[in-house]
């Protein structure tokens, strides 16, 4: 594993006990410069995950509680009027940040989750015809509950296929919880977390998973399972082009986690479902992941 990946993986593991897999696909994600989101039932860990993460790499982070009556200038500014002065200055919202965790992105209106498509796709936001840069890194991590959760809405197909990853963190089994409950609150770990790494540390890191090689047998295989999840009778809905790349991206930060220059036909397998899961619409309530599954079941894997 990578000197970078690995400390991170530690640091936050003391806070977030049991969950060093959905630790190792934020990281991940992060490297990959791409954005998380964590679908899950409340109190499993979410926020501590986006918080412990930007704690340990040092990251100004700002926390967005998603409401049904929050308004998109809430999330990303707004121009402000000066009585004294008669001019218009922007007021920054909390979008301007490094980490961001949009918490409980599913309880927002549409209009306000569609606030962020700009932001997460091109890392800028447009208020009043003016184009205003976000800061780098930018990483957004949303959290949503299930949607048989009173008061959410379901975020549109093309809002999911701005996030790199999807994953769930689950419960933890009766040992591990048994430490959890018995040791100090969470988010009082987190604040006695020391930073691990820098920012220059992290861009690094990115730059480095730039030149991770991935064969183009690789590449063409995952772009013929893409293909699959189209022309399956059971999927109304199945991975874009954006979707084929985001795995391919996904891959080679995986790679450079595990200490390597290249991918391999186990970091496909590995991101699969973390990667395509939420961006698959079945039909009659079917499930992606046992798509997901069969497709990768029924294709040989490259040598």
């Not at 190792?24 to 979410?46: F, S, T, Y």
């Amino acid at each position: 594993m990578s000197p970078l990946a690995e400390t991170l993986l530690t640091a936050v593991g003391q806070t977030l006990r049991g969950k060093e897999d959905a630790i190792e696909l934020a990281i991940v994600a992060l490297l990959a410069g791409g954005h998380l989101l964590i679908e899950d039932n409340p109190g499993v860990g979410k926020t501590l995950l986006a918080k412990s993460l930007a704690k340990a790499l040092d990251l100004p982070f700002q926390r967005v509680q998603c409401t049904a009556d929050l308004l998109p200038s809430d999330v990303t500014g707004a121009q402000m009027w000066h009585p004294r002065t008669g001019e218009l200055t922007f007021r920054p919202g909390p979008i301007f940040t490094s980490v961001l965790l949009a918490d409980e992105l599913n309880r927002t209106p549409p209009r306000t989750q569609s606030a962020l498509l700009e932001c997460m796709a091109e890392r800028r936001v447009t208020i009043d015809r003016e184009t205003h840069a976000l800061p780098d890194p930018f990483f957004v991590i949303a959290t949503q509950n299930p949607l048989t959760a009173a008061g959410t809405y379901p975020l549109p197909e093309n809002q999911l296929d701005r996030f790199l990853l999807g994953i769930r963190l689950g419960y933890l089994d009766a040992e591990q919880e048994i430490e959890v409950v018995a040791r100090e609150d969470g988010h009082r770990l987190v604040d006695e977390l020391h930073p691990v790494a820098t920012r220059d540390q992290l861009l690094a890191a990115r730059a480095a998973v730039q030149n991770v090689r991935c064969a183009r047998e690789l590449v063409a295989f995952v772009v013929e399972l893409a293909q699959q999840t189209r022309s399956m009778p059971d999927v109304a809905l199945g991975v874009s082009t954006r979707g084929a790349q985001a795995l391919h991206r996904a891959c080679r930060a995986r790679a450079f986690v595990h200490g390597r220059d290249y991918v391999v036909p186990d970091d496909v397998r590995a991101l699969l479902v973390p990667a395509w899961a939420h961006r698959i619409t079945c039909r009659s309530g079917g499930d992606p992941t046992t798509v997901l599954h069969g497709i990768l079941a029924e294709t040989a894997l490259p040598d």
